[in-house]
């Protein structure tokens, strides 16, 4: 045990390269300490090292192997689902779960589009939203072409940073 907590941080930099994903690396780290405390405290390790990486590896791969089956079987029960006709889906629809996320992405887009300063907001959805050419929208709210430009350029800013969070 004392080798897991002194090799924690390169484990899970190996993890982390590996899956490309820090949470994955930490879920998996904390998985090979469950595995190491179940171990036998009596069992003689000529290479602790060794095997944390190898331990390691193999929970990586299992994760993998995880994700592709739960991915298969994802795909497959859409296929079961869906109604075909000549192999192309009857319903042009998307997923259920697809429109989920969707709608809660165009909600929180409002909410982030909604809460832009005033003038920002009112050229944001001129522009963007209601697709006028920048000249019209400058026309529209009486200011320059320029100060619309600065405007939806730092509502986009706004926005994709709110978004993120």
């Not at 192997?65 to 000549?86: I, N």
Request: proline share 2%; hydrophobic share 45%.
């Amino acid at each position: 045990m004392q080798a897991f907590f002194e090799k924690r941080e390169s484990l899970l930099l190996f993890l982390a390269a590996r899956t490309r994903c820090m949470a994955t690396a930490e879920d998996l780290i904390q998985d090979l300490y469950l595995k190491l405390a179940a171990m036998d405290a009596g069992t003689d390790v000529r290479a602790p090292s060794a095997l944390l990486y190898r331990m390691a590896a193999n929970l990586m791969i299992d994760h993998v192997r995880s994700t592709q089956r739960s991915s298969r079987r994802a795909g497959q029960w859409r296929m079961e689902t869906r109604a075909l006709l000549s192999g192309e889906d009857i319903v042009d629809e998307p997923a259920a779960d697809e429109v989920v996320v969707a709608k809660e992405r165009v909600r929180q887009l409002a909410e982030a589009v909604a809460a832009l300063p005033p003038q920002m907001g009112r050229a944001f959805r001129l522009h963007k939203l209601e697709g006028m050419s920048q000249a019209d929208t400058a026309q529209a709210m009486g200011v320059s072409v320029k100060m619309i430009e600065q405007h939806i350029q730092a509502a986009i800013r706004n926005l994709s940073q709110r978004l993120r969070t």
